[in-house]
């Protein structure tokens, strides 16, 4: 019999896809330890479309990244400390970043509106003291006054200056300052720029000399960067300047790597954690000694890597129509829901997903299918990049009986873009944890949607 299993890429470490797997049923199903979910049974439940956000998943990566960074650093002899920060953008859900903060991350915010929330926590005294916060994004007015209110007010933040304005805006800001630098290195990633607007030159910053509680270097060169060594091409660059700025600015110890992992989403491999982790380390560590300079610590803000797979987008197909003849694809499945406004980035830059059935899933027929979405738009579709996906015909089902496909790793960035072209409701949100499953967010009323338009 065919290794469906193999087949959908489940129970794969490489396409973090270990906790997923198929019953005898065909259906898939998730694993949290020894409770196990039914995604189709959810799915008709919760009348999807539903996503299904998986907090244990955040948290495994996210101890599992920290072992890496201790392992190697025993190993190599790093003696610089690393600190994970989670960046908000990425997934600002309550019930995304309250579970990474208990397992030890700290945050990092781009906007007013994000410190904002980490404002309601802090005076609420649900975060612990230590936790530390760097504020990227333009430093508007009301950005610095609340970055100033909750230094005084005890909370560890560091603005991040990205370019001459802020810094004189920030010049008599008395805590611990970053500065970002906008790298000469270019990276192989889908969001790749020739010109970069964010942070200032290796010139500009050395040319500032003394910059008062000078804390961090900070870069981000992409996100979803596709090369392991283009990550430690870009660390080589900034710790030149690291060195430098170190002359005149002794309080300087730590260098932020920003984000920029990739998720393997395109179902093809990539770097590992453990290599990536290994070769930035010891890049470090030789560096540092052949300057002749301690090991600066090391923050990465990697959102995509810990987030993207803690989530999954479960969407009804409601009904098939023929796709006319000559086309790689046969079929149109359309989706009780839609790509341009749950998954915007299918649409914004074309982003190619994971996606499997959600029942059927051994069937031996299936149809070569394009998705498309319950918006009025023909942009409003999957082709997977004009190539087709292989999913179960509908004409086998049971009377009575619907069709799920199940969009994996959508945990990062897809919430706060998501949109409501055609009023369409945003899907149910649940979150299975401890083997229980809570409504995090139900789907929206004609009227809740209506609210939003001010009717
Ligand atoms: C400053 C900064 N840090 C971290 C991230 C997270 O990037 P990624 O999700 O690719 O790791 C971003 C994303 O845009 C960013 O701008």
Redesign the pocket.
Known sequence: MKNFKKFWKLGRKDFNTEHFDINDDGELIIREGNYQYNVYDLARKFNASIEIFLPFILEERLRHLQEVFSDNSKKLGYKGKFTY?F?M??NQNKECVLPLVAEGSHL?V?SANELWLVKKLWEGESFHSKIRVIC??PKTPPYIRLIEQLRNNGLAIVP?VEDLHEMELLKDYKGDLGV?INLQSKVKAH?DKKVDR?GLNADEILELGKIRNLKIL?Y?I????EKESDMVIVLREAFDTYVKLRRKNPSIDTIDI?????IPYEEKKLYSIESVVKKLLSSLCEMSDLAGIPHPNLIA????????PAQMTVFKVVTAKPIPQGITAKQWYVIDGSFMNDLLDTWAIHQKWHIVPANQMKAAKKHRVWLVGLTCDSDDKYTASDGYLLMPRLEDLSPGDDQFVAVLDTG??EDALAAHHCLLSSPTKIVLQNGLVTVARRRETPDDVGKLFGW
């Open positions: 920060h960046p953008k990425v990092e781009s990227n994004g991040i970002r969001w964010f900070h981000h992409s996100s979803q960067v920003g984000g920029g992992f990739a803000e990697w959102g995509r890597y810990i987030a993207a990062a960035y």
